[in-house]
């Protein structure tokens, strides 16, 4: 996850604005469907693993936090099928 963030920390320096990085939380603010789309030309997309999602190193990273709904009681989307729904 260091290696990771160390990465993502790098591309941001090179890339400036350019660059959106994004990670999925289940208690994010923006929901998709229905978030806006990011002004920057590129988006980085970061999904964690089911169990313990995103490392806080690459959390404090991201520039927005999006979330996939569920409805009450289903269990959580597997990692591949959302990041498949954000793509």
Not at 22 to 46: F, K, M
Not at 47 to 59: L, Y
Not at 64 to 87: W, Y
Request: hydrophobic share 55%; aromatic share 0%.
């Amino acid at each position: 996850a260091e290696d990771l963030a160390r990465a993502l920390s790098s591309v941001q320096a090179q890339l400036h604005a350019r660059v959106c990085i994004a990670t999925l939380a289940a208690d994010a603010a923006l929901v998709v469907p229905g978030a806006p789309a990011p002004t920057a030309a590129r988006r980085v997309l970061v999904v964690g693993n089911e169990g313990e999602g995103v490392n806080s190193a690459v959390e404090a990273l991201a520039d927005e936090r999006v979330q996939i709904p569920v409805a009450p009681g289903s269990d959580s989307l597997n990692v591949v099928v959302a990041a498949s729904i954000l793509l």
